[in-house]
């Protein structure tokens, strides 16, 4: 089981969270993840001026944009796939 949590503190939401959440959901309902994956969202992770950030078990990723996030989460996931 994998856990993705996506930082939903105010700098991380207002810089790109908000639909990167979007995209992990539909990322994992498209692959057929979403009983393999936990999706949780934290206040705030401290690491505000490098949002958006999210982590991906205990990896964390940052600056994290709509273009990117299908790549990480692919990558990160594959054993997975």
Same mark, same amino acid.
């Given at each position: 089981?994998?856990?993705?949590?996506v930082c939903?503190? #105010?700098?991380?939401? #207002?810089?790109?969270?908000?639909?990167? *959440?979007?995209?992990?959901?539909?990322?994992? *309902? =498209?692959? %057929?993840?979403? @009983?393999? !994956?936990?999706?949780? %969202?934290?206040?705030? =992770?401290?690491?505000?001026?490098? %949002?958006?950030?999210?982590? !991906?078990? =205990?990896?964390?990723?940052?600056?994290? #944009?709509? @273009?990117?996030?299908? =790549?990480?989460?692919g990558?990160?996931? @594959? *054993?997975?796939?």
């Amino acid at each position: 089981m994998a856990t993705i949590t996506v930082c939903m503190g #105010s700098s991380c939401f #207002s810089r790109g969270n908000a639909m990167n *959440a979007e995209i992990v959901q539909r990322f994992l *309902a =498209d692959k %057929g993840l979403t @009983e393999k !994956v936990t999706v949780k %969202g934290c206040l705030c =992770d401290g690491q505000c001026k490098n %949002g958006p950030n999210l982590h !991906v078990n =205990d990896k964390l990723f940052s600056h994290v #944009s709509p @273009e990117t996030l299908e =790549d990480i989460l692919g990558h990160e996931l @594959e *054993a997975l796939l």
